[in-house]
């Protein structure tokens, strides 16, 4: 192979290629019915790659008529298609969680998080009911940033709805800064961060945990996607800001199923 | 468990549909080729390949033996499930909008829309031979449309047929004696879905109005009204819990103009009789056009604008939640 000569490659890789060609694809059956396996080609880039597939494996009882259209022959744009899923018509694609709303005043109260109560202070950052000086976000870039930035974006914006005439094309990503001008991360604000959870934790153990603290808006329990058990950390939205810092209060260094929890403000996402 | 994504159809789902075990899963488009899939992994089983226009509505039969698609190119189409061959093609006089087939399977409805000078027909044709004497055969009967266009329609039994229309209307019809015999006006906008519950007492409707309603099949009575923001495409009932799917979202024509999150393209659950939402699931970037839940109620399958089907198996938190 002169081209691969010239070609200077690690030594990694020229051992690698000395092994000559693709090693055999190989078949993998574990006591849990989950089958892998691995095969290995060589892709447009002229690299080999390693491709390892797990399938769980299931077995159906099905009614007679349903067993013998398994068996039925492919026909029309499939005619040609192998046994099996084709991975042009068919793949799997990421997982999506249900969003269960656990409080139907969910919609209403997405619009006007602030507490009535404190209404007379609105945090410029996060947009809730505080000084914009106790922002709990205070202390992370984004806030400094944001606060240089508040006043010249909003006069900008402002000219910019003012100039442009009703009917005319605004970009999808104008027309939604517009509408949540500041909006971003105030979901977060009254969103608790709890870790430390230990494995055997459930939906309802989140919820009795943290039911006593108040309303929630949203709990997000980090599961595992295989074993369908606690990642360790979850994520409870509530409606208002002292309920969230009254669970903080109570859950940090709380001893729950013979684990110590951390509770903290849950960071905000920035994208 | 991560949704299944089948990519078939080179344009915007119409409808999909599970045959009576839920094995098969039935897709149309506006291409011309309606496809069919195992539910179980998603892989192909084929394509019917004839039509030479958009498929604007497909049915099969209890057996899954007959296949049928009503499409834009001025046919009606009926199939052998199994191999894919076409064994009859109806000539109809403007395009087919609605097919069903009879609960037994003998018979066949169309509805035809009002276009080029037709006025919107509903025809019954007799399918019990299934095979090319069908395409001379004229209909058993007709019944012209008097109130406006039918949008959607099921076949409920083997006498009655409820149809859903452009202008919101809903009506039955008896089969034998050819007549309207009810009739009620609870939407504003067309109803672009109809689907029964797994017991046939009722169905619910899916309306351009954003909302979705409930109504009792022997006396259309109006039951529940589910309200959302946006149009509603599909509606389905769960087989086997009080809860209502409604498919939806802002109209295809403004999809490109505002951020998916805005176009609320999610699948939403409610419950059946206390009409509120308790559940969302993402997964399309277009609106849905077609949803439905599998005949055992574990997985549902949902057919969006932006061509993908998308079967979902409910995890567990689904089949445990308790309403309070």
Not at chain 2, 176 to 182: D, L
């Amino acid at each position: 192979m002169p081209a691969l000569d010239e070609y200077k490659s690690s030594w990694a890789d020229e051992i690698e290629l000395e092994s000559g060609s693709l090693p055999p694809p190989t078949e993998d059956i574990d006591e849990h019915g989950v089958k892998t396996v691995t095969e290995y080609k060589i892709n447009k880039d002229d690299k080999k790659v390693k491709v390892v597939r797990t399938y769980k494996l299931q077995k159906h009882v099905v009614s007679k008529s349903v067993a013998s259209r398994r068996l039925l022959h492919k026909f029309g744009d499939s005619a040609n298609d192998e046994p099996g899923p084709n991975s042009q018509t068919t793949f799997v694609s990421e997982d999506i969680n249900m969003q269960l709303i656990t409080n139907k005043e969910e919609e209403k109260s997405n619009d006007a998080v602030v507490d009535p109560k404190n209404q007379f202070a609105k945090c410029r950052f996060c947009n809730g009911g505080h000084f914009t000086t106790n922002c709990p976000y205070r202390h992370t870039a984004a806030y400094i940033e944001k606060i240089l930035d508040t006043k010249p974006q909003a006069s900008a914006s402002a000219a910019e709805t003012t100039s442009s005439k009703p009917g005319k094309y605004v970009p999808p990503f104008i027309k939604d800064q517009q509408k949540n001008a500041g909006n971003k991360g105030r979901d977060d604000t009254t969103a608790i961060r709890i870790s430390n959870l230990s494995e055997a934790t459930s939906d309802a153990d989140l919820e009795e945990l943290t039911n006593k603290f108040g309303k929630k808006s949203k709990m997000y329990l980090a599961k595992d996607k295989n074993t369908g058990l606690c990642k360790g950390f979850a994520y409870v939205h509530f409606y208002s800001k002292e309920d969230a810092a009254a669970a903080i209060e109570t859950l940090d260094g709380f001893g729950y199923d013979h684990l110590i929890l951390k509770a903290e403000w849950s960071k905000p996402q920035y994208n | 468990m991560r949704p299944l994504m089948l990519q078939g159809h080179e344009r915007s789902i119409t409808q999909i549909l599970y045959n009576r075990e839920g094995d098969l899963l039935f897709s149309s488009s506006k291409d011309n080729r309606p496809n069919v899939w195992f539910s179980i992994n998603g892989e192909r089983l084929g394509s019917y390949n004839g039509h030479q226009g958009a498929i604007w509505c497909i049915d099969v039969d209890w057996t899954s033996t007959k296949f049928m698609s009503g499409s834009g190119d001025m046919t009606l189409k009926l199939w052998s499930v199994e191999t894919g061959k076409s064994v009859a093609t109806i000539e109809t006089k403007s395009s087919v909008r609605c097919c069903n087939f009879s609960f037994s399977g003998n018979q066949a409805a169309y509805s035809t829309d009002r276009a080029m000078g037709q006025e919107c027909e509903l025809s019954i044709i007799d399918v019990r031979t299934m095979d090319s004497s069908l395409n001379d055969a004229s209909p058993i009967s007709k019944i012209p449309m008097i109130h406006s266009k039918i949008t959607s329609m099921k076949w409920f039994l083997d006498d009655t047929i409820i149809t859903g229309h452009e202008n919101g209307l809903i009506a039955s019809y008896d089969i034998r004696m050819g007549r309207e015999i009810n009739s009620i006006k609870e939407h504003t906008h067309v109803i672009q879905d109809l689907q029964l519950s797994k017991d046939m007492t009722m169905f619910v409707t899916a309306s351009k109005d954003a909302t979705a309603k409930l109504f009792d099949v022997d006396t259309l009575t109006c039951l529940k009204t589910y309200k959302t923001e946006r149009p509603v495409n599909s509606a389905a009932i769960s087989p086997i819990y009080e809860h209502v799917a409604l498919g939806g979202g802002q109209e295809a024509m403004d999809v490109t103009t505002t951020s998916t999150r805005a176009g609320k393209f999610d699948s939403r659950f409610y419950h059946l009789v206390y009409e509120e939402e308790f559940a969302r699931l993402k997964g399309h970037f277009g609106p849905i056009n077609s949803l439905q839940f599998h005949p055992d109620g574990k997985s549902f399958a949902s057919g969006g604008e932006d061509g993908f089907v998308r079967i979902q198996v409910f995890d567990q938190s689904y089949h445990e939640l308790v309403f309070e």
